[in-house]
């Protein structure tokens, strides 16, 4: 009898700690999906940075190094230029990538590190509370925010795909959302190509994943993940660049 559906070999069997309906776990399979689609798993190394994305390395059986807050895209180009025959790819929030790492994750796209970047996008800063980030929402609620974010006095949100699209040195850029069947379909496929970007050596590869923070954004899960349309409003899906 053929088989349409197994466990990924590089996702670890155990439960996931994630707050109900937090959407970090189901990018975790396709990562871990792409990491076996390609045979990569045993070059493979992970970048966890400060945050909820912290606790790649118990889910996900490949070698992870935890880096400093921001400074992931940094950690992963030293790995990759002494050792240019591994997989590098940094999983980041988007305080991490687009706050206090901004520097860090510019110039490394600027410079066209061959490494693969995602960014976890849920709006808010999740593991300290929920306060504003470079891609709150317009008047959306958050802790520091809590008559909701001003563009007049806290700015305007950080369109991060857009922005490294203009790089010469990035060869892919992408943002995508795992709310719906079809867009988890999707979402795979986007984050394969970054990954073959990566493999081709053509250059940065980034991809941005819309994700849901329900405790944060104070809605149930149901809700949450429904209200991911909404920030599609404002950071639409698609792919801004490949050079393929």
Request: some cysteine.
């Amino acid at each position: 009898m053929p088989e349409f559906f197994q466990f990924p070999k590089t996702l670890k069997k155990t439960l996931f700690h994630y707050c109900p309906g937090c959407h970090h776990s189901i990018i975790h399979r396709l990562l871990c999906e792409v990491i076996d689609e390609l045979g990569i798993r045993d070059r493979a190394i992970g970048i966890a940075s400060i945050g909820c994305s912290c606790f790649l390395y118990f889910y996900i059986d490949v070698d992870i190094v935890e880096a400093p807050h921001g400074r992931s895209c940094s950690a992963a180009t030293g790995i990759k230029r002494a050792r240019p025959e591994l997989i590098v790819f940094t999983y980041q929030g988007d305080g991490d990538f687009a706050a206090i790492g901004l520097g860090d994750s510019l110039h490394a796209a600027s410079r066209g590190e061959k490494i693969t970047a995602l960014m976890i996008n849920n709006t808010v800063y999740g593991m300290t509370g929920g306060q504003v980030s470079p891609t709150t929402l317009p008047h959306q609620k958050t802790t520091t925010t809590p008559m909701g974010r001003d563009p007049q006095r806290e700015g305007y949100p950080l369109k991060v795909a857009e922005i490294l699209a203009g790089f010469e040195g990035v060869a892919y850029s992408a943002r995508t959302a795992v709310n719906t069947p079809k867009r988890v379909l999707e979402a795979k496929k986007i984050l394969k190509k970054a990954f073959q970007t990566q493999l081709e050596g053509k250059g940065f590869a980034y991809v941005e994943f819309l994700s849901a923070c329900p405790v944060n954004w104070r809605m149930s899960p149901v809700e949450a993940t429904k209200y991911i349309d909404h920030l599609t409003e404002v950071f639409p899906l698609g792919i801004f660049k490949d050079i393929s």
